[in-house]
């Protein structure tokens, strides 16, 4: 999504909600794809059931950590790097949706030096 240069004006508000919208669906995107990764892994590795994987998968993304014991090495290396890949889309997903709101205050410092 291409955004305005400094010398431009500002869009309509419309348009900003628009762009918060297309950011926040891809945010979702990108939480979703992640839950499904998270969740085929503790179904393969831990041996879990669906329904228990994606509570795993789910509770790592949202930062709270996993539920239950691992029955094996291969499932504890598998949540370690789960839960390290979980904080880096935690970082990706919040800039992805606050790039619109900080390039709209910037752009408004930017058309106020004028």
């Known amino acids: 999504m291409k955004y305005e240069h400094r010398t431009q004006r500002m869009p309509p508000p419309r348009h900003f909600l628009n762009r918060l919208v297309v950011h926040a669906a891809w945010g979702g995107v990108v939480i979703a794809v992640s839950d499904a990764l998270g969740t085929l892994g503790y179904h393969h590795f831990a ?19 996993p539920i239950g014991d ?22 990706l997903v919040a800039g992805l949706m ?8 910037l752009h408004h410092f930017h058309l106020e030096d004028k």
Not at 49 to 54: E, I
Not at 81 to 89: N, P, Q
């Open 70 to 91: 691992l029955p094996n090495d291969q499932a504890k290396l598998f949540a370690a790097l789960f839960a390290l890949y979980s904080g880096l889309v935690l970082i």
């Open 47 to 65: 041996r879990f059931n669906w329904v228990d994987a994606f509570l795993n998968a789910s509770m790592l993304l949202a930062g709270m950590g």
């Open 98 to 105: 606050l790039a619109p709101v900080f390039h709209r205050v």
